[in-house]
């Protein structure tokens, strides 16, 4: 079965400043995505990166990058130029290949405090 | 545009009470749906998914069911609430064949069982 560990409970940066939330999965299947979702305090979910597993390009959305390794299982998300509204809960998330339909496995979750 | 709506926003439930969450989707056609649960200071679990009517797969034993009735609406349900089932229901959907399989997610509704 696949797993997905978030390490760090809760994270904080100043204004401006860049910060790494760390991802680990655990899975024996060759072909996968991964994701970084986003949940502020309004509680809806907004994706904020995604990552096919067979492109070793690491995936970019503007102040958001990944850091991709495959054979380590670890999908880092680097936020750079922190701003305040990008205090949230970030979840990562494994989605298997299945038949018709496709499966997300969340993380617990890393509490984003983003100071002034 | 496609829009996915969750209803109530919170409820406060006794324990032994029945459920009954509404999820739909517009503005799209035959979309895969889940059901996720977030307990106080977890991640989201994956308690149904649906791939069209009448089609539901559980993904953890419990005392919820989930229905679709029609291919744009899907229902959670209980008939007697448990005080473990309080936590933050999100509904998704995603297209039946997107590349990017992203999913989609509702506001949430939010159950407190006392």
């Known amino acids: 079965a696949q797993t997905v560990t978030q390490s760090q409970p809760e994270m904080s940066v100043q204004e401006a400043e860049t910060v790494t939330l760390s991802c680990t999965y655990d899975?024996?299947?060759?072909?996968?995505?991964l994701f970084w979702y986003k949940q502020p305090p309004s509680r809806q979910m907004i994706l904020v990166i995604r990552?096919?597993?067979?492109?070793?390009q690491n995936a970019t959305e503007n102040r958001f990058s990944v850091n991709f390794q495959k054979a380590a299982k670890s999908f880092s998300l680097k936020i750079s130029d922190s701003q305040l509204g990008d205090t949230a809960m970030y979840f990562c998330?494994?989605?298997?290949?299945?038949?018709?339909?496709?499966?997300?496995?969340f993380g617990t979750g890393t509490r984003l405090q983003v100071f002034p | 545009s496609q829009t996915i709506h969750q209803w109530p926003a919170t409820l406060v439930q006794p324990v032994g009470s029945p459920l009954s969450l509404e999820c739909t989707v517009e503005?799209?056609?035959?979309?895969?749906l889940y059901w996720y649960r977030q307990a106080a200071g977890r991640g989201l679990q994956l308690l149904f998914y649906?791939?069209?009517?009448?089609?539901i797969s559980s993904e953890v034993p419990q005392n919820l069911s989930a229905s679709r009735p029609q291919d744009r609406q899907f229902i959670l349900s209980s008939k007697k609430l448990l005080l473990s089932d309080s936590g933050f229901y999100l509904c998704?959907?995603?297209?039946?064949?997107?590349?990017?399989?992203?999913?989609?997610f509702g506001p949430g509704t939010r159950l407190t069982v006392l």
């Open positions: 998704a959907w995603s297209p039946l064949a997107d590349s990017y399989n992203e999913q989609f």
């Open positions: 899975t024996s299947e060759n072909n996968y995505y």
């Open positions: 990552q096919e597993a067979y492109k070793q």
């Open positions: 998330a494994f989605m298997s290949f299945g038949y018709n339909t496709d499966k997300l496995i």
């Open positions: 503005g799209t056609s035959n979309p895969n």
């Open positions: 649906s791939v069209g009517i009448g089609q």
